[in-house]
């Protein structure tokens, strides 16, 4: 008859002991190793630099309108043919380049004297298909009056100074015909260089200096 609370007390034991389970041992570990740092790209190339270009060639390049002559150079001095005391022929001019859209050409050879600008040579009227002028040119163009002599030809260089003289030859190319007085007596320098201000495409000059 003992045995049985011998019983009854190794069951309480183990009832006891399965109550004294700690729950929280069940609960899964909290300390996992969590990846937080994501790499995230951030320098993206981006190509700005785009190649424009700025700088467009016209099709007509007026720099390019060049006066030359074979018989004096830009900056020189004036053959003594060329002047009163010579002969008195008007030079042999020679251009080129001449800009797209030129319908004409205009020559005066110009000088500033003590007394203002004076004109040796006023030539207009001149093709656009024009592009040298002979050693004592004619038949070419028409002659306007000049400020010495005066005369509808070349006027060469007469003056006295003091000191060297420059003389300057221009060649203007035009978009047009200028309206000019019928009579070429009327036609003075100035009168031209009015009337083509507005149609002068380009110029080009050559300068030459002489003294008596």
């Avoid at 045995?3 to 996992?32: F, I, K, Y």
């Avoid at 785009?50 to 007509?60: E, G, K, L, N």
């Avoid at 009327?186 to 080009?204: D, H, K, M, N, P």
């Amino acid at each position: 008859m003992r045995a049985r609370p011998s019983l009854r007390v190794s069951l309480l034991g183990l009832l006891v002991a399965g109550c004294s389970s700690d729950p929280v041992a069940a609960t899964p570990p909290t300390d996992a190793a969590v990846t937080t740092d994501v790499a995230v790209t951030t320098d993206v190339a981006v190509t700005t630099d785009v190649a424009v270009t700025t700088d467009v060639t016209p099709t007509t390049d007026a720099g390019a309108f060049t006066l030359t002559s074979p018989v004096m150079a830009n900056g020189g001095l004036l053959p003594v043919e060329y002047t009163c005391d010579g002969v008195g022929h008007s030079p042999s001019l020679a251009w080129s380049g001449a800009p797209a859209g030129t319908v004409g050409f205009v020559v005066l050879m110009t000088t500033l004297a003590r007394d203002g600008l004076k004109w040796n040579w006023v030539l207009y009227n001149l093709p656009a298909t024009t592009t040298a002028l002979a050693v004592a040119t004619a038949g070419v163009g028409t002659s306007g009056i000049t400020s010495d002599g005066p005369a509808l030809a070349y006027s060469p260089p007469c003056s006295r100074g003091p000191g060297p003289m420059t003389y300057t030859f221009t060649v203007y190319a035009l978009s047009g015909r200028p309206t000019l007085p019928a009579q070429a007596s009327q036609v003075t320098g100035a009168v031209v260089t009015e009337a083509i201000r507005t149609l002068t495409l380009a110029s080009t000059t050559l300068a030459v200096t002489y003294s008596r």
